[in-house]
Nanobody, 131 residues
């Protein structure tokens, strides 16, 4: 089992930045593929970035949705069992509840940014961007 705890949400103005953190605990095999999703009321949960945790040799180590590419960066601190989402140039369309998700190693090679295959989820953290 994996337990995921997110930190770092809040309210900012358009153009500003925020960094989210997600700390994982439990069996390391359950959080080798980690991702960030977001959801607004009435819409499907959207995958925005994922990372193959603790593997710096893979050419497909990170993946981003077009909506955040060039503005958001997913990264990790392996020693802290933590991933981050650095969000720059935020705009009101980025307002959502952001969720951390984790799956096994193989998940990072199939399914892209779909929800399927991510077995563990954090509690979510609200990000609000004012215009």
């Amino acid at each position: 089992q994996a337990l995921l705890v997110e930190f770092g949400g809040g309210s900012v103005q358009a153009g500003e930045s925020l960094r989210l953190s997600c700390r994982a605990s439990g069996d390391p095999a359950t959080h080798r593929c980690m991702a960030w999703f977001r959801q607004v009321p009435g819409k499907e949960r959207e995958g925005i970035a994922r990372i193959l945790f603790s593997d710096r040799t893979s050419d497909d180590r990170t993946m981003y949705a077009d909506s955040v590419k060039g503005r958001f960066t997913i990264s990790e601190d392996y020693a802290k069992n933590t991933i981050y989402l650095q969000m720059n140039s935020l705009n009101p369309e980025d307002t959502a509840v952001y969720y951390c998700a984790a799956g096994r190693y193989e998940r990072c090679f199939v399914g892209g940014l779909q929800k399927a295959g991510f077995e563990h989820w954090g509690q979510g953290t609200q990000v609000t961007v004012a215009s």
